[in-house]
């Protein structure tokens, strides 16, 4: 099992766009694949048409008093299943600061899933906190999306500060380029010239495509409704390179 994180600071730079694509992207190839919506906003489980609810609030689940099992929907999709989100989950925080190893309570309740999933992706909240730091600790890979502006790169450099004032390792952390527009001289010279300090940069740019805003409209992966989009293939592009640094990660 794999554990596939996207990740940022900030909000709206496609961390839900691209776990949603991404996972959509593995479970055609036949790995059995889990999303996991840690977002109370619950964008990813709107995106699979499935309700953002978890019966009884996340306080328990959280804290492993629950069986996670009971809460895994199928979706329409064969071999993708979901983990709904919960409004509850903005007090996530607490319920684990209550557990007995706060950081590692996400990794914790994972572990069951060994044998179960191929590849489980945790799209996350926009925030840094107890459950960012979970996040990394349970993920084998960190992706941040990072727009092509200055404000963004900075936003990358507080995670890589982040993770090294946490005596975390950095490898698991994979920037790539979303929402990118080359009409932009900004854009353009960030993506084709990126500063030295994003490692583990990857190789494949999301484009800026109105087809991934459509697909709140059609509450389907980008891939399902416009397959020769230039995202669509762009995701594809993605996850080769995810899947080529994963094998070099083992
Ligand atoms: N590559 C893209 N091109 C155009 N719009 C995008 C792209 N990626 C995301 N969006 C749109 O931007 C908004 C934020 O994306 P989302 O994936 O929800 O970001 P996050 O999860 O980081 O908050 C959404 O409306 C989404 O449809
Ligand atoms: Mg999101």
Not at 23 to 48: I, K, N
């Amino acid at each position: 099992m794999k554990v596939i994180a996207t990740y940022n600071i900030k909000g709206g730079v496609g961390k839900t766009a691209t776990a949603v694509n991404l996972a959509w992207l593995a479970a055609r190839e036949g790995a059995p694949t889990l999303v996991w919506d840690l977002d109370p906003q619950g964008a990813a489980s709107y995106y699979y048409r499935i309700k953002p609810k978890i019966k009884g609030g996340g306080k328990r689940l959280v804290q492993g008093k629950r069986d996670l099992d009971g809460f895994i929907r199928g979706t329409d999709y064969e071999l993708l299943d979901l983990l709904p989100a919960d409004f509850s989950y903005r007090n996530m925080d607490l319920y684990l600061e209550q557990t007995k190893k706060p950081i590692h309570q996400l990794h914790k309740l994972l572990r069951p899933f060994r044998s179960e999933y191929y590849y489980v992706f945790l799209d996350c909240p926009p925030s840094i906190s107890l459950v960012s730091e979970n996040i990394f600790d349970a993920a084998d890979v960190v992706l941040v999306p990072t727009i092509p502006t200055t404000l963004s790169l900075r936003t990358y450099q507080q995670i890589k500060k982040f993770f090294k004032l946490q005596e975390l390792d950095t490898v698991k952390v994979m920037p790539f380029f979303s929402m990118v527009d080359r009409r932009k001289q900004l854009h353009r010279s960030i993506v084709d010239t990126p500063p030295d300090y994003m490692e583990n940069l990857l190789t494949t740019p999301i484009p800026y495509d109105s087809n991934v805003e459509r697909m709140g409209t059609h509450r389907t992966p980008v891939a399902d409704f416009a397959p020769n989009s230039r995202s669509a293939r762009s995701y594809e592009g993605l996850w080769e390179d995810i899947k080529q640094q994963l094998s070099r990660l083992k």
